[in-house]
């Protein structure tokens, strides 16, 4: 495939040696991929991954990578379809992990926020994990099961179902090993999906049972 333009092709070993590197692979491609390239950084360069999960990235590159490398998780909160009309108000969440001070974070939050026009803030690793357990498990939960339920009405619809539709839309094109990940990586998933499952077996039976609920 050739270079975009502004873009140069280098090796691993290259592109390791910047002063700035970011891990755009699968979840549990981190670790291997910091392995790799943990010989060529550079001391006082910064590692950054961009995974849907927190926690055993940050663990990964942590023991993959020398002392003398700064490691900085991030997670941009938004996918292809989202960002089509452009990154303005989307948001980035931003973990450290080692090495990066508070002043060293704020500039990069200021210039997401600046340059960018991201959302941008600061939160950690276990935070982060336990929020997206929900936000992102739960949508792509509920997402699979709608797609799956096709053909969808389209014409005689209510506004609350087309926001339904419109969400399984924005993830309909994430890939299989992206769910996976964000369903079996991260700690938190499994008992949020336990209970949801509770809660809609739950409801079922109300709802079969006859009952009016509490």
Known sequence: MPAKRG???????????????????????IGPVASAIAPH??????????????LGPAAAMAAALPDHVRIIGTHPLFGPQSAKTGLTGLKVS?????????????????????????????????????????????????????????????????????????????VRGDSDELFRAIERENPYSADVRQTFFRLIDDLRASLENGDKGK
């Open 41 to 54: 950084v550079q001391a006082g360069a910064t590692v950054f991954d961009v995974a849907s999960v927190k």
């Open 7 to 29: 873009v140069r092709l280098g090796t691993l070993e290259d592109c390791a040696r910047a002063r700035r590197v970011v891990l755009a692979v699968p979840v549990l491609q």
């Open 94 to 170: 931003i973990c450290p992990v080692r090495g990066a001070g508070p002043k060293r974070v704020e500039r990069i939050i200021s210039f997401l926020r600046d340059t960018l026009h991201l959302d941008a803030f600061q939160s950690d690793a276990d935070r982060h994990d336990r929020d997206m357990a929900m936000v992102q498990g739960l949508t792509h939960l509920i997402a699979k099961v709608l797609d799956e339920m096709e053909p969808l009405p389209r014409r005689q619809t209510t506004l609350s179902f087309d926001y339904l539709v419109n969400a399984m839309q924005l």
